[in-house]
């Protein structure tokens, strides 16, 4: 069992910066994957980018790549987002999320949910 809390989420002028945090609790949580994802009003949710379970590889999405960096912790149970050159469109409710079956985009293959922290970036 893993539970996942983000913070440091908030409101940013365009081309600012915010970093999120996603802490997890569980003696398993350096066995999963972490993934990120976002949610914008009326818009299904999306993956934007994720880390291995150790930490060696990450992945993102085109609309993220270059501005958005994910690490982690494993000694510490965390996973950052770090977000800089935020866009209006960066706009989201974002989600971290721990999977066992390696790396994917799929939100489905996600077994573990943050209850996600809203990031608001103005024009």
């Known amino acids: 069992q893993v539970q996942l809390v983000e913070s440091g989420g908030g409101l940013v002028q365009a081309g600012g910066s915010l970093r999120l945090s996603c802490a997890a609790s569980?003696?398993?949580?350096?066995?999963?994957?972490m993934g990120w994802f976002r949610q914008a009003p009326g818009k299904e949710r999306e993956f934007i980018g994720g880390?291995?379970?150790?930490?060696?590889?990450?992945y993102y999405t085109d609309s993220v790549k270059g501005r958005f960096t994910i690490s982690r912790d494993n000694a510490e149970n965390m996973v950052y987002l770090q977000m800089n050159s935020l866009k209006p469109e960066d706009t989201a409710v974002y989600y971290c999320?721990?999977?066992?079956?390696?790396?994917?985009?799929?939100?489905?293959?996600?077994?573990?949910w943050g209850q996600g922290t809203q990031v608001t970036v103005s024009s």
């Open positions: 999320a721990a999977t066992q079956r390696g790396l994917t985009g799929q939100t489905s293959n996600y077994d573990y």
């Open positions: 569980g003696r398993t949580f350096s066995s999963y994957a």
């Open positions: 880390i291995n379970w150790r930490g060696g590889y990450t």
